[in-house]
């Protein structure tokens, strides 16, 4: 029988969180460049947080979240 990892006793649903993330636009790898260190709970809430963070910087990046 697997094992799953110690019983909690309590069922919960993994929460929803989005990063924002931003990449150089040059880079096929996308590599990630920054990812920001919040944990929002609504995909709108980081792609904004990350145009926020990309408005401020001097290269071009392009976000994804
Ligand atoms: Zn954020």
């Given at each position: 029988m697997a094992?799953?990892?110690?019983?909690?006793?309590?069922?919960?649903?993994?929460p929803?969180?989005?990063?924002?993330?931003?990449?150089?636009d040059t880079?096929?790898f996308?590599?990630?460049?920054?990812?920001?260190?919040?944990?929002h709970?609504?995909?709108?809430?980081?792609?904004?947080?990350?145009?926020d963070?990309?408005?401020s910087?001097?290269?071009?990046?392009?976000?994804?979240?």
């Amino acid at each position: 029988m697997a094992s799953h990892g110690p019983v909690t006793g309590k069922a919960s649903l993994p929460p929803l969180i989005y990063r924002a993330e931003a990449y150089r636009d040059t880079d096929h790898f996308r590599e990630t460049v920054w990812g920001c260190p919040h944990e929002h709970t609504t995909v709108e809430g980081a792609l904004n947080c990350g145009q926020d963070w990309i408005g401020s910087q001097p290269e071009t990046l392009t976000e994804s979240a």
